[in-house]
């Protein structure tokens, strides 16, 4: 069992950085595979970034690729999401959540726990 919590959202205009926290207020996220995912009004969950726990391999959705970057801290017990250039379609409620089993995931029945969401806006 773990439980994830988001923090670092909020209102920023086009161009901006935003970097978005997950951290387990109970467990470790050490053995798991994590992943951030968002959804915008009216729109279904969207797949953004994942690393997974043994190689910190890592893998982007191609609307976000050379402008997000996931990263672990295992150490601190946190995942990170550096957002740069942010543009008004990357408004968003941001999840993060874990999985438990091996390999890249990227679709939301894959993952076992999520956490709460954080609110992106950005204006243009």
């Known amino acids: 069992q773990v439980l994830l919590v988001e923090s670092g959202g909020g209102l920023v205009q086009a161009g901006d950085s935003l970097r978005l926290s997950c951290a387990a207020s109970e467990g470790t996220l050490r053995r798991y595979t994590m992943g951030w995912f968002r959804q915008a009004p009216g729109k279904e969950t969207e797949f953004v970034a994942v690393v997974v726990w043994y190689s910190s391999t890592t893998h982007y959705a191609d609307s976000v690729k050379g402008r997000f970057s996931i990263s672990r801290d295992n150490a601190e017990n946190t995942v990170y999401l550096q957002m740069n250039n942010l543009q008004p379609e990357d408004t968003a409620v941001y999840y993060c959540?874990?999985?438990?089993?091996?390999?890249?995931?990227?679709?939301?029945?894959?993952?076992?726990?999520w956490g709460q969401g954080t609110q992106v806006t950005v204006s243009s």
């Open positions: 959540a874990a999985r438990s089993a091996f390999g890249i995931a990227t679709t939301r029945g894959e993952y076992d726990y």
